[in-house]
């Protein structure tokens, strides 16, 4: 019996580097159904799971030989993956001339602590998410070119000029899911796209409650997925820089986000602040579904995620240099 433990131990870790390497590549699953289901739990849900496929040489840690301790790394750094976290970005000196901040305000209802981020971070744009135009009217930003349109908000220190919008009228749905803006500074000229994207809410609640709708959940994804092509293809038309912010409602590791945005930068996976960047939190876990994606003359030197009271997420602020 004894002999037969490390053999038993070695294929529960080559187990764990299969599920952990499948993990890797879920933007390259097929489409499907039961599949499309597990892609929805494992990046919507708590990520700490992967904590699980380290067992085998925890618990096993007698019977690791050299090989089999190699095969930790991949499984560390794939869960490291899963669960977004990344080493600080190094601060540099270098001045910003641009600060932009982004966030879905949800059911915010204190303006002052929203002021009081503006005004200490020197904010140049805020592009809101879930916003009403009394929210806006609360901050004292008299000076600020302001605009509200069907639930996407902008507070700008630039001048700006409102080039479209795209209704959700098209997904059977209320308001905006982007709005673009072309905005001056100094002497050139830069776009920005404010965008909220349809959210997998409520495929993941059927999952929660027993019934999931298939049926449902596919027409969801259609969805999101036609929304992405829409931006993907108006950034790919685009010959002036641009910054594409707002809330995204999928994470990095998305087949979505990486068939329609791997190829943009991503300010706060490059240059972020913290260890965890996560931008919506539940009471189980938290999740980075926010992004200021960009690309042109916009270099970002560093992003962070804030604090604000009452929002339903946190919002991203990134210092932009070009």
Not at 61 to 66: A, D, E, K, Y
Request: hydrophobic share 50%.
């Amino acid at each position: 019996m004894r002999a037969s433990t490390p053999y038993y131990w070695h294929w529960l870790r080559l187990l764990s580097l299969a599920i952990a390497l499948s993990i890797a590549g879920i933007a390259y699953w097929p489409q499907w159904l039961w599949l499309e289901w597990l892609k929805l739990l494992l990046l919507y849900g708590p990520a700490w799971w992967c904590f699980g496929l380290l067992i085998p040489w925890v618990i096993g840690w007698r019977s690791v030989g050299l090989w089999q301790f190699l095969m930790l790394a991949p499984v560390l750094i794939i869960c490291l993956k899963l669960l977004d976290f990344s080493w600080p970005s190094q601060n540099t000196k270098h001045p910003a001339n641009l600060i932009t901040l982004s966030a879905n305000l949800g059911n915010m209802s204190d303006a002052e602590s929203l002021a009081r981020l503006l005004e200490q971070h020197n904010v140049s744009i805020a592009l809101f998410q879930e916003a009403k135009p009394e929210k806006l009217k609360a901050l004292p930003i008299k000076s600020w070119q302001k605009h509200c349109e069907a639930g996407l908000c902008i507070a700008s220190k630039l001048p700006f000029e409102i080039e479209m919008a795209v209704s959700r009228n098209i997904f059977q749905g209320y308001g905006n899911f982007a709005q673009f803006y072309r905005i001056s500074l100094a002497d050139n000229s830069f776009l920005i796209a404010n965008v909220h994207f349809e959210t997998p809410r409520s495929a993941l609640e059927s999952v929660l409650k027993l019934g999931p709708n298939s049926a449902a959940m596919r027409i969801l994804q259609q969805d999101r997925a036609l929304q992405a092509t829409i931006i993907s293809e108006w950034a790919q038309a685009e010959t002036l820089p641009f910054i594409i912010a707002g809330d995204f409602n999928m994470p990095v590791l998305s087949p979505i986000y990486q068939q329609y945005f791997s190829m943009l930068g991503n300010a706060l996976s490059e240059k972020s602040q913290h260890v965890v960047k996560y931008t919506k939190f539940t009471r189980w876990h938290g999740i980075r579904i926010d992004h200021q994606l960009y690309r042109g003359a916009l270099s970002p030197l560093s992003a962070e995620v804030l604090n604000l009271p009452g929002a339903d997420h946190r919002p991203v602020l990134v210092r932009w240099s070009n």
